[in-house]
């Protein structure tokens, strides 16, 4: 049985990458990506849709989020390798599924560094130097894009200097994000904990409706991704195998105690007269930077000015994690052959130089005006489960096809956990609307196009790392495509309203079972999945 061994010192690593990452710096990865924007902005457009009932919201997003952070655990530790989430549906149902979730995964990763540059130009938009950035509709001016540039080359040229140096930059950063929530929730409470708020409008105003849009639609689920970081560094992992879980779920652990805790100190906090008139009609001074408003609001004006510094470290460390993960995204789509070998190309310090290239322009790209911010976040919060959903579908076909492996991290009732994740998976995409949905729909055939492409032209010249497009094992996978997007055009959540609330996630759930059990039914056969695993353990190298 083919086997990825742990690389134990600080090595070079068979892909090419080297091995410098411990324990806290997996985990500091991906409670880096966690803690961004999302605390800065997650209880106050959560409490807006759902009011107090917000919380629920954040309960079942971490519930979602763990779910699926269990699966990711078993197959990081199975398969410590770099970009970890593109190659899974890759060993499982062969290349136009590899493709198809590669892309996924590169389209989310690419996306959030901008966005985070946005967050950190928006709230720094308070300070006297920094006005002029952005034009009223929120979009950047030339001044703002000019800025936003300079921030994405920070990003890579910090990533230049390789793993070592990302990691320490990001611990220093991580324990600076952690602890400025930490101490607003503690001080913020201390004289401000207003226990009637929770009822005095309704706990639930919106119903289950808003409960369930606020967890998609209102950066919730946003502000919870990340956690994926620590598989994608798994390739320049010290002990991939022991410390991929702890560092996984780790992260969640910290992640969702952090954001539940913001949502009950936030609404405790405020006094009544700023939702008098209903929770949709939230307002007070400084309701653009809710955090640093409401410590204005209640006294606390030197906290304001942290919190305002804040905003601009926390989205950075997210951007800057994530530059890294787009270019090992990019690294392993090469791997797999699904992007040209130039991908995988390493400088001297062990660095994808190309991906990260790639990166900044794509970052670049986004600065461009779009609708909103907020339509972005949404947009990736969709194209980032898309790309999780592949995890439980890959997981139920290497419990059938490989029982034998070796498995650090067990997931106990793994057979349940996993359909179940995967329904819930699509339970999220659909509630982030049609709207949302239809613009993922025209990213993906883009995708397609481009590295559809280039899989075409290297089967056509018989290129030797040329993908095989199994189309027999991914036969569900168009179903499944078009299907969400037919269920989400009918539907409540944006769409035309013939399928009713609670009819509607009905139908996703059996949809969803279906597809599950094709796809384990119509999967790669074992002595392909080993080759596909065989090909990554023998064949990579270091390409300079």
Known sequence: MAKVDAVPEATSGRDGL????GLIGLMWASVGSIIGSGWLYGAEKAVGVAGPAAIISWVIGTVAIVLLALVHAELGGMFPVAGGTARYPHYAFGGLAGLSFGWFSWLQAATVAPIEVEAMIGYAGHWHWAQGLQNSDQTLTASGIVTAVLLMAVFVAVNFFGVRALAHTNSAATWWKIGVPLGAIFIIAAGNFHGGNFTSEGFA???AKGVLSAISGSGIIFALLGFEQAIQLAGESRNPKRDLPRATLGSVAIGAVIYILLQVVFIAALPHSA???GWAKLDFPGISGPWAGLATLVGLGWLSVVLYIDAVISPGGTGLIYTTATSRVSFGLAKN???PKIFAATDKRGVPWFGLIISFVTGVICFLPFPSWQTLVNFITSASVLMYAGAPLAYGVFADRLPGH???????????VAPVSFVVAN?????????TLWRLGVAIVLGYVLLGSYAWWANSTNQPDAPRMDFKAAQWLPVYLLGLGVISWQGGFGGSGNIGLWWDMLVIAVFSVVIYYWARATASKTEDIERSIE???VTDAPVH
Do not use: M, N, S
């Open 18 to 21: 080297r091995r410098d990452v």
């Open 205 to 207: 105003p919106f119903g």
């Open 275 to 277: 939702f008098a008139h």
């Open 337 to 339: 052959g699904y992007a």
């Open 406 to 416: 070796e498995r650090p991290y067990r997931l106990p009732a793994g057979k349940v």
């Open 427 to 435: 339970l999220i995409i659909y509630w982030a609307g049609w709207d």
């Open 535 to 537: 090909e990554v353990v």
